[in-house]
């Protein structure tokens, strides 16, 4: 009589930094003196528009959402003034931004869970931002950082893509890229290493060519795509030598 396959128990591979703690230290004490006070992009007046921004964003630029949220911010920036438009009003002000329609629905939605459920504050952790309509855990991570100066990690599309590209944080999603990053960057460093990250993903480590010789961290970069083979010694950066590099 044949005996039952044997069950064999699988073991993910954790996928781990491939710098050490020192080179991660350059990598963002080299960040912090290029962008001493990196801000976000998208434009916003208080936590209220910020989550409502960052709602907004999801699958659309910053530079669109902005174009949308000037005139509605203006006319509606509390849970309250929001409400007061309506979700086809609202909706006429962002219908340049993509999914608009689901997107007026829940910007309305959370208005309204604000003002019934939290006094009309925006929340200040994370369980309970991601229970507002369209809020998911990186857009909560987005708004614990900005407004509440809390050191999370809000994995977006650039950071996915340099966690990998560079090994920085290898991770399969963005949460794994998330606890990776979480791990590894110094807490000194937390406050704004999202922004950092964005930031180089966005106007240097950029999708389909980046641009590696205008990179402060090229010489520490282990990316098998990297364009350039010209060490840069570990010194000083001054911020007006790296912006004559960009």
């Known amino acids: 009589m044949p005996q039952p396959a044997k069950r064999v128990a699988t073991v993910r591979r954790i996928q781990r930094s491939r710098y050490k703690p020192d080179e991660v230290h350059e990598i963002f004490r080299r960040f912090s003196v290029q962008r001493p006070e990196p801000k976000g992009e998208l434009e916003h007046v208080n936590a209220f528009t910020l989550l409502v921004a960052v709602v907004l964003s999801a699958q659309a630029t910053d530079i669109g959402v902005n174009k949308a949220t000037r005139a509605l911010f203006e006319r509606a920036d509390t849970p309250e003034k929001m409400l007061a438009l309506g979700e086809d009003q609202v909706g006429e002000y962002i219908r340049t931004i993509g999914l608009w329609r689901s997107k007026a629905k829940n910007v309305i939605a959370l208005s309204l869970m604000l003002i019934e459920d939290y006094g009309s504050e925006v929340p200040g952790e994370r369980d309970e931002l991601i229970k507002l309509p369209g809020v998911g855990?990186?857009?909560?991570?987005?708004?614990?950082?900005?407004?509440?100066?809390?050191?999370?990690?809000?994995?977006?599309?650039?950071?996915?893509?340099?966690?990998?590209?560079?090994?920085?944080?290898?991770?399969?999603?963005?949460?794994?890229?998330?606890?990776?990053?979480?791990?590894?960057?110094?807490?000194?460093?937390?406050?704004?290493?999202?922004?950092?990250?964005?930031?180089?993903?966005?106007?240097?480590c950029k999708a389909r060519k980046p641009e590696c010789e205008a990179c402060v961290i090229a010489d520490i970069c282990k990316s098998p795509e990297k364009t350039t083979s010209i060490p840069a010694p570990l010194v000083e950066l001054e911020p007006q030598d790296i912006a004559q590099s960009l």
Request: zero cysteines; charged letters at 20%.
């Open 137 to 204: 855990r990186k857009t909560a991570n987005v708004v614990l950082n900005m407004a509440f100066g809390q050191h999370t990690m809000a994995v977006d599309t650039h950071i996915m893509r340099i966690g990998n590209r560079i090994g920085l944080a290898p991770g399969k999603t963005p949460e794994q890229v998330e606890a990776e990053l979480v791990r590894i960057i110094p807490d000194e460093f937390m406050r704004h290493a999202h922004h950092w990250l964005i930031l180089h993903g966005r106007y240097v």
